[in-house]
């Protein structure tokens, strides 16, 4: 798997949620998933696998099981699921 990017579809609590090693951030769409949420000001813009910018409305935390915490999770309206980085969970922990 060496400098190939890999992808896993999962559910938690019927969220879908793509596991993927090539992600910089976590992202989610939906805002009620957020614990100590803080408003993006300004336009800051995540850029999707096809090309699109969408713009970051707001970062937080998200509780994910009761021992995992991802932190810095950005909404994003226009994301249509919720994404889990790899290298941002590594560094982590």
């Known amino acids: 798997m060496a400098g190939n990017g890999v992808c896993f ?8 949620w793509i596991i993927d ?3 910089s951030d976590h ?11 803080k408003v993006f000001f300004g ?3 995540i850029t999707m696998c096809n090309g699109k910018k969408a713009q970051i409305k707001h ?8 021992g995992l915490v991802l932190k810095g999770v950005l909404h994003v309206l226009d994301f249509h699921f919720n994404l889990l980085s790899i290298s941002k969970l590594i560094k982590q922990f």
């Open 27 to 37: 992202i989610t769409p939906d805002l009620s998933l957020l614990h100590d949420v």
């Open 59 to 66: 970062i937080g935390s998200l509780v994910l099981s009761p």
């Open 9 to 16: 579809f999962t559910s938690v609590d019927s969220h879908i």
């Open 43 to 45: 336009c800051c813009y």
């Open 21 to 23: 090693s090539d992600a």
